[in-house]
């Protein structure tokens, strides 16, 4: 993603990059700019601007061929090559193996990496409608794309993804598990639950009803759930991610998903070392834990999700005094330079409001 990409919701439509409206239309009404030219506007691009375009077009699409790769990049390195592994072996040793029931394990793992990828290609899909077919509904079309895309992505790449890239995909799938599942309940009362406490007790003498009017900023929001559950507390939340593969998931989770728990995934089933038995790899999780649409306070809360570099879109002049309370949670570390998102909070919360660090 550029230094300078951003967007922000206006009545759930997004302007410019990569932005979306969760759970109901965000009322602030405003528009940046970049480089002086406002976003949606008919100004001249300078050639900086360009560049930043071709950027995060860029970015997007290798967001886009690690989540389309999860598959081949899975089964080459998890399966096939521990099953070749035991092709080598003697007679006697792989009859040891088998009767172990290792392999068994393994092509089990391999049908599990494969049901994943049923839930990757449809949160894909959503974030790429217009460009990539349904794969529920046209899967002979989607073989065909995914045929002439990876082509693409050798000729221009050299390869289908990058292997870092590969690693976010595989840790976004443990993420839903910490921040959606009922299984990483424990996990967010540990974390989430003191921050929830301080902006409890910070602001005890507003109710519930009457919260909608206090902004809370929730900079490296991941997928959204620690904003959406300070909005179920009956405040105002916007969260703000840089990442794009954690966009991509979060838009899937809090607008795509129509029913609690209507999502099976098996997050764990990449990791054949560390683990006490066999059916911890393979056990099923399923999200969300809570339908994210329903909001308790949706006619007095607003709830939005944007997109960018916290510096450079709560650094502008339009955020500046507007935020009551701003929350963080493993979000100062990812810093290069701390005391940088320090001046940009300070510059953009109002003279009495609250940091609330975790």
């Known amino acids: 993603m550029s230094g300078n990409s951003h967007s922000h919701t206006h009545d759930g439509k997004p302007c410019g990059g990569h932005g979306h409206d969760h759970g109901g239309s965000h009322g602030h009404s405003h528009g940046h700019t970049h480089d002086g030219q406002p976003c949606g506007g008919h100004g001249d691009l300078d050639s900086q601007a360009v560049k930043d375009a071709?950027?995060?077009?860029?970015?997007m699409t290798d967001v886009v061929a690690a989540f389309l790769y999860y598959k081949t990049y899975s089964l080459n390195t998890g399966i096939y090559r521990r099953l070749h592994s035991i092709d080598e072996l003697s007679d006697e040793h792989r009859e040891i193996v088998t009767s172990l029931g290792l392999i068994d394990k393994i092509k089990k793992a391999e049908e599990?990496?494969?049901?994943?990828?049923?839930?990757?290609?449809?949160?894909?899909?959503?974030?790429?409608?217009?460009?990539?077919?349904?794969?529920?509904?046209?899967?002979?079309?989607?073989?065909?794309?995914?045929?002439?895309?990876?082509?693409?992505?050798?000729?221009?790449?050299?390869?289908?993804?990058?292997?870092?890239?590969?690693?976010?995909?595989?840790?976004?799938l443990k993420q839903f598990v910490r921040d959606w599942s009922a299984e990483g309940k424990e996990e967010r009362e540990a974390t989430y639950g003191p921050i929830m406490q301080a902006l409890e007790d910070?602001?005890?003498?507003?109710?519930?009803?009457?919260?909608?009017?206090?902004?809370?900023?929730?900079?490296?929001?991941?997928?959204?759930?620690?904003?959406?559950?300070?909005?179920?507390?009956?405040?105002?939340?916007?969260?703000?991610e840089f990442s794009y593969f954690m966009l991509f998931a979060s838009n899937f989770i809090l607008n795509k998903v129509e029913k609690p728990e209507e999502i099976t995934i098996y997050p764990f089933v990449h990791q054949f070392s560390n683990v006490v038995k066999a059916e911890d790899q393979m056990r099923a999780v399923r999200i969300p834990d809570v339908l994210p649409s329903e909001l308790p306070y949706k006619?007095?809360?607003?709830?939005?999700?944007?997109?960018?570099?916290?510096?450079?879109?709560?650094?502008?002049?339009e955020e500046k005094d507007k935020w009551d309370a701003i929350v963080t949670c493993f979000f100062?570390?990812?810093?290069?330079n701390a005391i940088k998102y320090l001046e940009t909070m300070w510059h953009a919360m109002k003279p009495g409001a609250v940091w609330i660090n975790l």
């Open 54 to 59: 071709q950027a995060e077009a860029e970015a």
């Open 112 to 172: 599990l990496i494969r049901e994943n990828y049923k839930f990757i290609l449809s949160l894909t899909h959503e974030n790429t409608v217009g460009s990539m077919p349904n794969p529920k509904e046209n899967p002979d079309e989607l073989r065909e794309f995914l045929k002439m895309f990876f082509a693409y992505r050798e000729r221009t790449s050299g390869k289908p993804a990058k292997d870092h890239h590969m690693d976010k995909v595989i840790s976004i």
């Open 202 to 240: 910070e602001f005890a003498g507003v109710t519930p009803e009457e919260r909608g009017k206090i902004n809370v900023l929730v900079p490296g929001a991941g997928l959204g759930r620690l904003a959406y559950d300070i909005c179920c507390r009956g405040f105002s939340s916007q969260g703000n």
């Open 299 to 317: 006619d007095t809360a607003e709830f939005s999700m944007t997109a960018g570099d916290f510096i450079e879109v709560y650094g502008d002049a």
């Open 332 to 336: 100062m570390d990812t810093a290069k």
